[in-house]
């Protein structure tokens, strides 16, 4: 599965915050502009007590990669369509 989402922006962003519901983030990649770009998924709270499937991240990526103008990104998760 890929999410796409432009960003048109004047002044470019610090960071990028996507909150993200899924267990299967290890084989998740991120593009931004074209290029691939590091990320860090961070637990910030769950769904139901004890169900990793249903753990909330904040997947954070960006910093400095943003420009002024249109952003293009693009979130991969190439192993979410093997586990539905």
């Given at each position: 599965?890929?999410?796409?989402?432009?960003?048109?922006?004047?002044?470019?962003?610090?960071?990028?915050?996507?909150?993200?519901?899924?267990?299967?983030?290890?084989?998740?990649?991120?593009?931004?502009n074209?290029?691939?770009?590091?990320?860090?998924?961070?637990?910030?709270?769950?769904?139901?007590?004890g169900?990793?499937?249903?753990?909330?991240?904040?997947?954070?990526?960006g910093?400095?990669?943003?420009?002024?103008?249109?952003?293009?990104?693009?979130?991969?998760?190439?192993?979410?369509i093997?586990?539905?």
């Amino acid at each position: 599965m890929v999410i796409k989402k432009d960003f048109d922006t004047k002044v470019p962003y610090d960071y990028s915050i996507a909150n993200v519901v899924t267990p299967y983030y290890n084989d998740t990649k991120l593009e931004l502009n074209s290029g691939v770009v590091d990320f860090t998924f961070n637990p910030i709270d769950t769904l139901k007590t004890g169900d990793i499937s249903s753990t909330r991240y904040a997947l954070s990526f960006g910093e400095g990669k943003f420009v002024a103008g249109k952003n293009d990104t693009k979130l991969h998760f190439d192993n979410l369509i093997r586990h539905l």
